[in-house]
């Protein structure tokens, strides 16, 4: 019988995709979904209750975020989250001197892709040059910025690789120039200390909250024009009845998150094992200065990533490659591109991410499993 007709335990290594949801969160989230289903604009008890579930919720996210709780602006998603920071920033400073805005080439599209509305309101869009493991140095930032810059995009750690920018001396550079800055956080919330910035994205499903929910920190004194009109819901910022039992599932996520302080340990230690296991069949690690615990972006050279994902599912490992999948294959990552790597190596990248509940054992039968898949595409080839 072929290895692959094997049954096997599925091995779930695609947690920068989406996490599963916590059992607790789930539990919390119940009666949200069921017989506490008042709207929390209205005035009886039941509704207040909504409210007050809502608020706790605003509470923990910003003791988590280190902001004020009438900062934090709930989306639908860390996408809305990102467009209401781009798309809402750009259209509340409309004509005004400041006509430039810069977007590191790293961000994920639900930044870049708000490039051809931003150039249709008049500004000049630029994107900023990353280094090969798509952080972005701040000199790139200090080269490119003026007085004509109204925002500045660059996310706090990159999605595909994992490499972690110096967001803090971001920060500075763009304060310095009386410029915005918006941080994506949606990777590194729950895992690392929450960079300082004027807008901040974050979203519920990367830390083991449920999908659908996300929140836009917006720092005092900023207004980003609203996106989605309607009430006044959010301090007017996003119209729409709040997603009760995606916010408290929320705010159940965060604080677990925040009383699980050796949560990035643990799990780069699974991480690291795993890439152990891995050296004996030379995979290329791509090198970061500073990576998220749970990342191990690798590729094995002559072995396209298509192949490998679809061999690793048979086996039972679900691992990613982190760029956009269209018309069934998968198209070199704009990330790797723009990180100057050449379309050959990028279409071999593999994403493999750990979560919390992967356990050690996990992280070694993924690596025999990737053995195995690198070991079988090989002699596939050799028949070729
Ligand atoms: N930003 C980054 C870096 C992400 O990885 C993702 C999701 O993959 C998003 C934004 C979008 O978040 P959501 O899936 O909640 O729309």
């Known amino acids: 019988m072929s290895e692959y007709n094997q049954p096997v335990s599925r091995i779930y290594l695609d947690h920068a995709a989406t996490t599963p949801l916590d059992p607790v969160v789930r539990q919390a989230m119940l009666p949200w979904l069921a017989e506490r289903f008042h709207n929390p604009s209205s005035l009886y008890a039941g509704a207040r209750e909504a409210r007050m579930a809502i608020d706790d919720a605003r509470d923990t996210l910003a003791e988590a975020l280190g902001c004020l709780s009438g900062e934090i ?17 750009a259209l509340a400073n409309r004509g005004g001197s400041r006509d430039r805005i810069l977007i590191s080439a790293a961000e994920h ?22 280094e090969s493991d798509a952080s972005l140095s701040p000199g790139a930032v200090e080269e490119a910025i003026g007085e004509d810059v109204l925002l500045v995009a660059a996310m706090h750690a990159n999605n595909e690789t994992g490499a972690i920018s110096d967001v803090a001396t971001i920060y500075e550079v ?28 974050v979203s519920a499903h990367k830390l083991y909250g449920p999908k659908g929910i996300g929140a836009l920190v917006v720092r005092a004194g900023i207004k980003p024009q609203p996106t989605i009109i309607g009430g006044g819901q959010e301090r007017e ?15 159940t996520a965060v604080r677990l998150a925040m009383n699980d302080e050796d949560r990035g340990a643990r799990i780069s230690a699974t991480r690291d094992r795993f890439e152990a296991a891995l050296s004996s069949i030379s995979p290329v690690l791509t090198q970061c200065n500073f990576r998220l615990p ?51 190596d990028a279409k071999e990248a593999l994403r493999f ?32």
């Open 294 to 344: 749970g990342h191990s972006h690798i590729r094995f050279s002559g072995h396209d990533a298509e192949s490998m994902l679809i061999n690793l599912d048979l086996l039972g490992v679900d691992a990613g490659s982190g760029a956009a999948c269209s018309s069934g294959s998968i198209e070199p990552s704009h990330v790797l591109l723009a990180a100057g790597w050449p379309e050959s």
């Open 174 to 201: 763009v304060r310095s120039n009386g410029a915005l800055y918006f941080c994506d956080a949606v990777q590194t919330f729950g895992l690392l200390p929450t960079p300082s910035a004027d807008l901040i994205a």
């Open 73 to 89: 602006v709930f989306t639908s998603s860390g996408t809305e989250a990102a467009n209401l920071a781009m798309i809402g920033t």
């Open 353 to 384: 991410t750990f979560g919390k509940d992967t356990s050690l054992s996990d992280a070694e039968g993924a690596a025999s499993r990737v053995a195995q898949a690198v070991r079988r595409y090989s002699s596939a080839s050799a028949k070729a």
């Open 109 to 130: 599209h639900c930044v870049i892709h708000t490039r051809p509305l931003l150039e249709s309101f008049g500004y000049r869009v630029e994107l900023l040059a990353i």
């Open 237 to 251: 910022m996003r119209a729409g009845t709040e997603n009760v039992a995606g916010i408290v599932g929320f705010g």
